[in-house]
Structure formats: structure tokens, C-alpha cells
């Protein structure tokens, strides 16, 4: 329950933020639809035998992926004093990186839906949202949060990361408009988001695999950021910038 | 009085990747007892924050024991924690565009408080702290002495049974540095063991029941912190005339400020000093020993210098 309410709180002064910049909001709003709006032009124009519901799905769950990556690390903070106020509460660093990206997931599945169906409006394309996609965005969403785990643990013992997050984020997003069947079949054997790509693309679902390479992500993600943390306090790096 | 905090003989060093190793302390040791303010001094450098780190279990020690409530920090890192109240490097991080009330929220959750236990607290120690009418505002319109009042309210929210406050008044003027040391002592008074480190020795003195100095990563004094100023504090006196004083001819050595004077006993400067008030023709108004932690502090801090 504890982690249940800080990941309330947490959710909560997140869209106390949106509210109480309601301009900043609005901008940001209009220049991601805008932004996933090109990105399913170019999907559409790289893919002309795919629907464009299923491209616009794609870009979707790129971005997806791309929020799952970052979500532990803008969970624990960027600076040295944000990770430290994490670090001086009595809580396990996982159940609340784990906990937030809860709510975190619902408000950014529930945003895009929203963004979908404005989107298919502007594209004439005649969308649906499956309920399989919400499955698959689910066993997305948790991979990339395991990768986003390892990448944080680098941040932690290492201090800089330099864009090595945006770099992936960006070749989530490239994948989403730009991979084929046949690149995805061949990727599908080692990630959970290919597999949901191709999914998405052509019908082929296995879900046993997706499920599957998401725990392993997943529990990479969780040993890689414990293992660090243990490095971090034996060698005194917490407090180092 | 319950034994609180041990430290014994700790050595700790910061291990960067692909830089040498930093010791920060060597033999460094401190003991806490509840009802009990301890003042932690030490120059820049000294090892204080790195003390407190490794009471807060963020870094390991390299040899030598680390005790808070019968735990070792490392190793119980959330029972530890649950116990203390932190302010570190003068102020707790906030997100500058949320109320006040929001940061206890999220604090308190942290803390596995209710939000109505939160409510609750809340609305007790934002009254106590006069910071009401500030509850519902956004941080970035507090100022530098309400956001550090709130660092304090976040760091007793939980009612914890150790208060750490690294540098808990810089920046802060004389009279809101007065009155957050009343609210530490009305703490420390209700069982609370708190240990502060500041370089504003002589503003906290009076506060201080134990005084522990840190030197290169060693404790090189933890005792009562009067038995410190009898040692070594220089002794001083502060004089008062009744008389309006022309201090233009005022002998060298003697500070004058606030229509006193502060001269140092047993030197030729306090032999010259009255010397100087008898020909000016000075009558006295008042006379009294200064307490003086801080050039004790000095003192004791250069003398082991030369050992």
C-alpha cells in the first residue's frame, strides 16, 4: 500500500503540473500529435502495404517504449540532489521506480488513445484500437522499462550517461516508422518490442516469446540496477556529480 | 537516555571509476544519546557530510563500525531511514513548481503515512512553523528561510527518533536562524537526538549539549561542549562604558561593535585597553565572560595541527 500511495502522489503532482501550466500543456500537446502525426506520414509513405491504422499503431508503440526506456530515470531524478532526496526516504528504489511507472502507463495509454483517434482523423484512416494492442503495449512498456533499469544503473555508478537514452529512444522510434516484416521476424527473436511490431504489422503473434523476453528484460533491468546500487554505496558514489 | 547513534573508528573512501581514491575519513567516531544536541565541526574538508552519509547508509564504510538504533545503515537502509529526519547541504530537494502541501504529500507517502495522517501533521507543524498561510503556495515563492523551515517540517514529519541537519542555517539572518534553533531544541526536548553540522559555530553553541571536531577525517575532540571551552576557549570579556566613545584611538587588537567591546584577558592587549579607558576617561556600565566556542574550535583545531 505504501508504494501504492507514494506512486499516487507522485502521479498526482504530475498532473497538478499540467494543470497548473495549462499553456505549457496545450504546447506540448499540439507538438506531439503534430510529431506522431510526420511520423505516421513516414511510416505510411515507408509501409504502403500496411494499413494506416497499423502504422500509426507502430509509431505508437515506439513511443511507448521510448516513455517505458526513460521512465527510471526521470523516476529517480537527473541531478545529484534529486537522486539523493530518492535515496533518503525509506523505500526500496525498484517497488517505487515500478510502483510510479504504474500510473505513469495509464496516463500515457490513455493520452495516446486520444492522440490516435485525432490523428486517424487527419490521415482518413479508419482506426481501431484492439484490445490485444493494449496487452502488447503493456509487455512493451515493461521491457523498455527493464532496458530503461540497466541504463539508469549506469547513471548511477558512472554519474554521466551523456544522450545514450535519447540515442535508443530514437531508434525505437526509427524502428516503429521504418522496419519491415522481414527486418522485425529477424529482431522478434531477442526484443519484445519487434515482436509487438510485428504483431501489429502482420498478424504473427506468439505470445509466449513477448511475454517471455519481457520478464527476461525485465529481470535484467531489476538485478543490473540492484547489483549498481550495491557498487554505488561500497564505493561512495552517491554523493559524487 | 537511549543510545541512539555509535560510530567507531570508521574509515570511509570515495572510489570513483577511473580516479584515484579520496579517504575521506580516518578514525572517525562519534556516540548520540536521545534528549542530546550534538554540534559536528570540522574545516572544509574535514569529513562532516561524509560522517552523516554513512550514518544515513549512502556509502559504505571501508573498516570500522556504523550503528543507528542497533542497525547497521548499510545493511537496513529502510528501517534506518524510517527513524531519521535529514536535512543535507542546507535544504531538501524540492520540485519548484508544486505547493508546499503537495511535497508533504509525496514525502509522507515515502514515509508510509496515510495521506489523512499526513493531513494531519501537516496542518500541525505548518502552524507550528508560522508557515500557514504559505501551505497552498508554490515553492519557487518561498524564500531561502521558509524553504528551510520546510526542509525542517519534511525532516519531522514522521516523527523521527534522530534528526541529522547538515548545514541547517546557512544563509539564513540572526533572527530566523534564533528561531529555528528554538524549534531544534523543542525538538531535541522531547526525545529527539539531533546532530548538526555547521561552521556557525558560535550561533549554535548555545544549542549544543556534546561538541565532536573532526580534523582530516579524525575526531580529534567529542566531549561536553562547555568542558571545550574551558580548554580551549580563548577567554574573552565583553566591556560596556557608560560614556560615549571616541574609539579612534582605540588600541590594536580590541574588536568594537554594538556599543561593546571585546577584548581578550591575560594578554598586554587588555592591560593597553584600560589603560586607553582610564585616560579617556571611561566609566563602566557592564562587564561579562564570553562563551566562545568558535575560537576554541580554532584552537584546538590548529593545536592538534602540531602534534
New interface residues.
Given amino acids: 500500500m505504501k508504494y501504492f500511495w507514494i506512486a499516487w502522489a507522485r502521479f498526482k503532482n504530475a498532473l497538478y503540473l499540467e494543470y497548473r501550466y495549462p499553456l505549457q500543456a496545450l504546447m506540448n500537446a499540439i507538438g506531439f500529435v503534430l510529431f506522431i502525426y510526420l511520423l505516421s506520414i513516414g511510416a505510411n509513405f515507408n509501409n504502403p502495404n500496411i494499413s494506416k491504422s497499423a502504422n500509426i499503431i507502430s509509431v505508437l508503440t515506439g513511443l511507448i517504449a521510448a516513455f517505458g526506456l526513460s521512465h527510471p530515470l526521470t523516476t529517480l531524478g537527473k541531478s545529484k540532489f534529486e537522486i539523493q532526496e530518492i535515496y533518503l526516504q525509506p523505500i526500496s528504489r525498484i517497488k517505487y521506480i515500478l510502483a510510479s511507472s504504474t500510473f505513469f502507463f495509464l496516463q500515457i495509454i490513455l493520452t495516446f488513445i486520444v492522440y490516435t483517434y485525432i490523428i486517424a482523423l487527419f490521415l482518413n484512416a479508419e482506426i481501431q484500437i484492439p484490445s490485444q494492442f493494449l496487452f502488447l503495449s503493456i509487455a512493451v512498456y515493461l521491457s523498455s522499462l527493464g532496458l530503461g533499469l540497466v541504463l539508469v544503473s549506469f547513471r548511477i555508478v558512472f554519474q554521466r550517461m551523456g544522450a545514450l537514452i535519447n540515442f535508443i529512444s530514437l531508434i525505437f522510434i526509427g524502428s516503429a516508422v521504418a522496419a519491415n516484416p522481414t527486418i522485425l521476424r529477424f529482431i522478434a527473436n531477442y526484443s519484445a518490442f519487434a515482436r509487438a511490431l510485428l504483431y501489429i504489422q502482420t498478424g504473427e503473434l506468439s505470445l509466449p516469446w513477448l511475454w517471455g523476453l519481457t520478464f527476461i528484460s525485465l529481470i535484467i533491468g531489476i538485478i543490473s540496477f540492484a547489483y549498481s546500487e550495491k557498487l554505488m554505496f561500497k564505493r561512495a558514489l552517491l554523493a559524487l556529480d | 537516555m537511549n543510545k541512539l547513534i555509535t560510530v567507531d573508528e570508521v574509515i ?6 577511473g580516479r584515484k581514491a579520496i579517504r ?1 575519513l580516518n578514525a572517525a567516531s562519534l556516540s548520540l544519546n536521545s534528549y542530546e544536541i550534538l554540534g559536528l565541526f570540522g574545516l572544509n574538508g574535514a569529513g562532516k ?2 560522517l552523516i ?1 554513512l550514518i ?5 564504510a571501508s573498516n570500522g563500525k556504523v550503528d543507528v538504533l542497533g542497525f547497521s545503515p ?1 545493511n537496513n ?6 527513524n531519521l529526519g ?1 536535512i ?2 542546507g535544504e ?2 524540492f ?1 519548484a ?3 508546499a502541501d ?1 511535497i508533504l ?8 503515512l ?2 489523512s495522517e499526513i493531513k494531519k501533521r501537516a496542518d500541525e507543524l505548518f502552524y507550528k512553523f508560522g508557515l500557514e498561510p504559505n501551505r497552498f503556495k ?1 515553492i519557487t515563492e518561498y524564500s531561502r528561510g521558509m524553504r528551510q523551515k520546510l526542509s525542517l517540517i519534511l525532516a519531522i514529519l514522521h516523527q523521527p527518533k534522530i534528526l541529522i541537519l547538515d548545514e541547517p542555517i546557512i544563509a539564513l539572518d540572526i533572527e530566523t536562524s534564533r528561531e529555528f534553533m528554538m524549534m531544534i531544541k523543542e525538538i531535541a526536548d522531547s526525545g529527539c537526538g539531533v546532530i548538526i553540522s555547521s561552521h556557525q559555530i558560535n550561533t549554535i553553541a548555545k544549542l549544543i549539549d556534546k561538541a565532536v571536531i573532526l580534523k582530516d577525517g579524525k575526531t580529534i575532540f567529542e566531549a561536553n561542549a562547555n568542558s571545550l571551552i574551558e580548554r580551549f576557549g580563548k577567554p574573552r570579556f565583553r566591556v560596556k562604558f557608560e560614556n560615549k566613545v571616541d574609539i579612534s584611538s582605540l588600541p590594536k587588537g580590541v574588536d568594537f561593535a554594538n556599543d561593546s567591546f571585546v577584548v581578550e584577558t591575560d594578554t598586554e592587549i587588555s592591560a593597553k585597553f584600560f589603560s586607553w579607558a582610564k585616560r579617556e576617561g571611561l566609566v563602566l556600565d557592564g562587564l561579562e565572560p564570553i562563551q566562545d566556542l568558535e575560537s576554541a574550535f580554532m584552537k584546538i583545531n590548529n593545536e592538534r595541527a602540531l602534534l
Fill in positions: 570511509a573512501e570515495y572510489k570513483p571509476f575521506a557530510t561524509t552519509r544515513l547508509g549512502m556509502m559504505q548499510i537502509r529502510e528501517r534506518v531511514l524510517a535529514v543535507l547541504e531538501r530537494f520540485e513548481r508544486l505547493k503537495d504529500q509525496l514525502v509522507g507517502a515515502g514515509y508510509g496515510r495521506p508554490l
